[in-house]
Each structure stands twice: as structure tokens, then as C-alpha cells.
């Protein structure tokens, strides 16, 4: 995760099921607002590449392994790598993880970082699509060069 | 909920949270599961409404109240009713009652009617807008005509 | 899908996505929830699991290919086969079928059996688990009996 | 929504519907991330309430007027307002407020404070219940203690 642009995401009721843990098919919610905010850190938005570019992404493919569970009020930390990039798809590399602070430390704990535990780790592969056909259109030139740029391997 | 549309709905995993019971928000989605399969015993599907007369349904106000937690398993059974109709929207009373048949029972019980416990009530305001500038737009005829048939008052 | 379990599941609102197709996530609810019903079909209710062996399942591995969107008000048919069971582990094949039924179909269109669409397939791996300890903990007799006694394969 | 805390919410792809809107159930999802932010504001982690204090907050009733549509990529900011505690409940003003920052703004704009348009409105109303029985329980003193302190009308 070095490297990998993350996003904060928190765990509410709203992701959790009658089991005590989080609802598996929720880390998809979680590893797409990270993949959004990985973008939006490149000043792309999905609303607008719909509005200019009449594209939008659907996902084509998921794979989840699940390790521990997470559960209420957790902290997690959500990863985005590009693993590849095609003309008209990219396949993502995503991990989950658990920030482990001790709630109530003190101020000692406080410097010390918090450690970090792997909670599931997902591949997604997103097609862009013409929002109409719903057939595949090439990655927009923004998108494209957001990606080549590294964007994804520069800690925000 | 003596002649009112009836519409079963299960409880799954997904629908509950680390509390040991059902989320409160899903009750929304199963009041409207029941308005769309009352809608669909007149012959009306939303998707076709969209598609022939570029109108669609927006909620505007729900109020719920909740007796008694529904678990994991529960056989519930929501209804619908019209209360009011406006020429752009119309009023729902609805109930998600339990079904109180005990799993194992011998051809006895099985003779016996179930009981129902109510578990929520929600009172439910839905628009009829235009699906492109989402400006109220009046109810087609053909919703009209099947509530004033007092469809939602007819058991099936 | 020929003689695997088969659940019928209807897109709602809730289901579907700004992009006008069902959101992907959700595809692993419709999974379950033929899964719990296959596990039904047997005599086996999850809560009843919980309380009287101290068990649940919880997912490990998810795998997921979207072949074609599906939309508002779409049929749908989620089959269930187990293709690998362990210890305190089963491995499912499960796939999302459309019904492509014409709307107002004539009474001829009615002979004819329906076509169906493949939507997704999913893989899904499910551990049997302590409900206070989430260890691993052999599957209930109940359940390996039901799986060896090929109820997956038997259509219903 | 003045002095009231307040949490920012974004819209992402799980939270819309076909209709291109965010979906009105999940308003009570964004409302209650609110409430539960706002206790942590306090210190309160309900998680830590249920393991301490065996206890925790079930909704007994929710009313939601939809005033606007939200939709994909909009920045909402929750307010949270106690209207009222009871001995074992609280009952809850809340509103959805769009930011209606315009993307892509120049300097000027920037320096501009961004609008705010009123989304929905919700008065949601809490129960304290024992986690077991369900049953009413008094609100727990640091939880009551918090309320009085007027820390909801505190911004943050």
C-alpha cells in the first residue's frame, strides 16, 4: 500500500449485518469511493465526463478475498493501484485495511503510528462505456494521461 | 390491512445490521417493493411509464414508525393503500406486518391461520415528474384509472 | 443452470444506479439470497443455525463477471450449485440469468418458453464460523448432509 | 443549521438510482453518519456503549421531506439538531444541504463563500434500548451529559 492513493472511509450501521461484521458485498461501496476520490484527486469527476464525454464506467469484473472482519466504528483505510491500463478498460488493484488505534491512547500511544491490519484485498476491472450503447469507448485522453502520470502511485 | 395489496418480502442478511436486527432504512425499500408490485398487478411497470411517457415517480415525504424489530429469516408482508390522490401525486399507507408461523409446525398448526405482528407503519407521498426536468407532471390515465378502480383495495 | 436451484429475484429502484443498470454490488445480495433459499429448500434456516449450533457462514472469497446489464424491472433467475465442499467451507458456482419474456405477450408468445440472457456469474467461497469466535468450525451435519444428498442439483 | 454540528457527506455511484437522484432511503444513512460523528465529537463510540453499557440506539420513528434531488458527485454537508431528550430517547432535527460550489470556479469565485440549497429535512427520533432485550434503558450519563452540554449546537 506505500504508495497507493488511499481514502478514509469509516464503518457505520448502515455496513454492518446481523453477524456483528461488515456486509461483504459493502467493501465493493468502499473500494469505489476510493477508486472516485483516486480520480477526483486528478480533478476528474464522473458526473462531468458523462455530461462532456457521454461515457461513464461500469464494472465488468470483481474478485474480493476476504481476511478479517471488520466491524462498527473501525476505521479503514481503502487503496487504489492501476495494475494495467487498456484502450477502453483498467483493472485495479485494491486493498482494505484496518487502522488499528487503540481509541482512548495517550499521549505517548499518539506518536507512536498506528498499525495497520489487511482486512480484504479486491481486483476490479472497470470498462468505460458510451452511456447510451453501453458499448466501450477508449479511456478520455484526461483519464488516459491521469494514469500514465502516475497519479495512482503518488500518496495523497 | 384486511383488503389492502399485500406483498411478501424475506429477511436476508443484507437487510440487517449489528444490532441483531433490520436496518430501519430498509423498511423504505420494502414499502416500495410493495408499491411497485401493486403497480404491476394493474399492468403498470415503472420502466415502461419511462419509456412511453417519459414520466417517472419521485418520493417527496416518508413517514415510519417502528413497533417491533424484524430478525434475520422473518416472513414479513407489507401493504398498500391509497389514501390520497392529487393530480401529480399520490398518498400511501403502508404496513410491514410479521408472519408468526412457527417453523416446525405439525398439520395441526398448519390448519391454524398464522399470526401477524405489525412491525412498521410508514405513510408514503410519491410525485409523478417529468423524468427529464423532474417537474411534477400529472398521473397518466392509466395510473388514474387504476386507482380510482380502487385496485389498491382488492386482495391478491 | 439445468437442474441447479434457481431463486427469482425482480430489480427494483433500489437496485439499479444512476447509469440506468443495476449497481454491481448488489448483485452479491441477490447471490445470497438464492443461497439462504437453496439452504431453505433443505429445512435449514440460518437463524435457527445461530441458535441452536452456535454457527454462521461468512463469506470469504467473492468472484464476480458482468456480462450484460440488467435493468429496472428485470427478471431475474440466480441459480446455486456447489461445486466444492470442505470441512467448514463450501465453494458455489452461481449465475444470474434475465427471463426475457415479452411484456403483453400474446397467448402464443405464453407457449413458448421464455429466453434467458446470462448476466453475471459469480464464484463464491463461505466458511462455516463460530458466531463469537468467527473460527472456523465444521459444517453442521445437517448442512453436509443436505449438499452430499445433491439438493443443489435437484431443480425446485 | 446555523450553529449545528455538521458532517460532509459526497454522493457516490451506490447511493443513486435510475432515476440519475440519490435514492430517498439513503438519506436516513447519510442522517444517521451524522448523528453517530456527532457523538464521537462527544467522545461516544456506540460500539464502546454496547461493550461498556450493554447498550445501544434503535429509531423508533423517522419523517423525511425531499425538497430537491441530490445527485452523483454532489458535496452534502448533515446537520444535526436535538430537539428533545426524553429519558431513553432523543429526538433529532436533521437536514441535507447541497454545497453548491460550481466546479472549475476561478479565483474569484473561490474567494466567494459557496451557496447552499436545502435537500431534505428529518426529524428522526432514537430509543436507547438494552442490546439483549430490546427493551428501553435510560440514556447513559456521558450521553446525556454531552446532550446538555449543548454540544449539538456547537459547530465543529
Known sequence: ????????????????????????????????????????????DQSVLAATEGIMFVVMRTAVDYHVPAKLDNELKLSVTVEKRGRASVEFLQEAW???????????AQ???PSHTLIATGRIKVACVD???????ALPEQVRQFIEGGAAFTAV
Open 131 to 137: 452511456q447510451r450503447t453501453l458499448r466501450p469507448k
Open 1 to 44: 500500500m506505500a504508495d497507493a492513493f488511499t481514502w478514509p472511509v469509516r464503518v457505520y450501521y448502515e455496513d454492518t449485518d446481523t453477524g456483528g461484521i461488515v456486509f461483504y458485498a459493502n467493501y465493493l461501496k468502499f473500494f469505489e469511493r476510493a477508486r472516485t476520490e483516486w480520480l477526483r484527486s486528478g480533478g476528474i
Open 111 to 113: 506518536r507512536m503510528p
Open 98 to 108: 484496518r487502522i488499528d488505534s487503540t481509541p482512548g491512547t495517550d499521549d505517548d
